[in-house]
Structure formats: C-alpha cells, structure tokens
C-alpha cells in the first residue's frame, strides 16, 4: 500500500531516513502523548530502522518522488536503534521514526 505524509501542526523535529536519504517531519514522543491522551490513533510500523528493504512491502512516496518503507511494528534492533517519535500518514494514522546508532553503509 501507498502512503504519503499527512501535514499536521506538531511535527517540529527532522530526522533523515536511512533508507531514501528524505528529511522527516516527525512529532516527538511528547508532543505526540499531548495530541492523543486517550488514545484514538493507529500506528501502522516503522520508518528508518536498519533491516532490509523487500519488494513487496508498504511505503510512504515523499514529494520528491522517493519511496520510504514501512516495517512492521517492533521491527527495531534494541538497543541499538529506538523511537524518537510519530509521523503522521493521515489524520489518526502514524509511523514510528526510529533513530540508530547502526552506521548507514551498514546493510541490513
């Protein structure tokens, strides 16, 4: 399935995804618990962890026309790689950004 980044107020961090080498707009973890005290949100996996690309898997298409896929949720190597915060993917739908510490040329 294709997503593409849905605009929303609180996304004020940037993080460069490993994959497609595409800034990110994302909201922290904080910011994201005072949007959603209650819950009432889906997220639907996770962006910029180090495992492999596949082909037939889910992905965000970014302005620029790059394709960032979509891991499964609980796809991060711990402790090495951990989520920083959400984008958002439509208006109660989101992705985890993960931030590693694995080096980039490293492939998964």
């Not at 965000?60 to 394709?67: Q, Y």
């Not at 989101?94 to 492939?107: E, L, M, N, Q």
């Amino acid at each position: 399935m294709e997503y593409r980044f849905y605009s929303a107020a609180k996304n004020t961090n940037y993080i460069t995804e490993r994959h497609s080498k595409s800034g990110i707009a994302y909201a922290s973890i904080e910011q994201f618990q005072e949007l959603f005290p209650r819950g009432g949100y889906e997220i639907i996996g996770d962006i910029g962890n180090f495992q492999k690309k596949v082909f037939a898997q889910d992905f965000i298409l970014t302005d620029t026309g790059n394709r960032i896929p979509i891991f499964p949720r609980g796809s991060i190597r711990k402790p090495f790689e951990w989520i920083v915060g959400y984008a958002a993917v439509g208006e109660k739908t989101f992705v985890a950004v993960v931030k590693s510490i694995i080096p980039s040329f490293f492939k998964g």
